[in-house]
Nanobody
Framework: QVQLAESGGGLVQAGGSLRLSCAAS????????TTWFRQAPGMEREFVAA????????YYADSLKGRFTISKDNAKNTVYLQMNSLKPEDTAVYYC?????????????????WGKGTLVTVSS
């Protein structure tokens, strides 16, 4: 069993940048796909980005491609989400999750573990 913990959220001005971290403990996530989701007030949880266990394959929501970058440091068991050019509509609680199986990152119910979330607030 793997446990996940997000960090790095906070309040930023529109146009600013923030880097989120997702640290894994317990079972290592060497063979997991790790995914970032976000949930804004009154909205459903949505896919943001994912990275394969080897750190080579990455996937992004179309609307976020070019602004957000996902990366991984296997030695630290940590996945990062670099967020640039932030907009007020990026305001949400950001969660990381882990799953195994091809394409599992896109299926919310397929996730094996979830973090508790970190709040990102972008002001105008």
């Amino acid at each position: 069993q793997v446990q996940l913990a997000e960090s790095g959220g906070g309040l930023v001005q529109a146009g600013g940048s923030l880097r989120l971290s997702c640290a894994a403990s317990g079972h290592t996530f060497s063979h997991y796909t790790t995914t970032w989701f976000r949930q804004a007030p009154g909205m459903e949880r949505e896919f943001v980005a994912a990275i394969g266990w080897g750190g080579v394959n990455t996937y992004y929501a179309d609307s976020l491609k070019g602004r957000f970058t996902i990366s991984k440091d296997n030695a630290k068991n940590t996945v990062y989400l670099q967020m640039n050019s932030l907009k007020p509509e990026d305001t949400a609680v950001y969660y990381c999750a882990a799953c195994e199986g091809y394409g599992c990152y896109i299926v919310r119910d397929a996730q094996d573990a979830w973090g508790k979330g970190t709040l990102v607030t972008v002001s105008s």
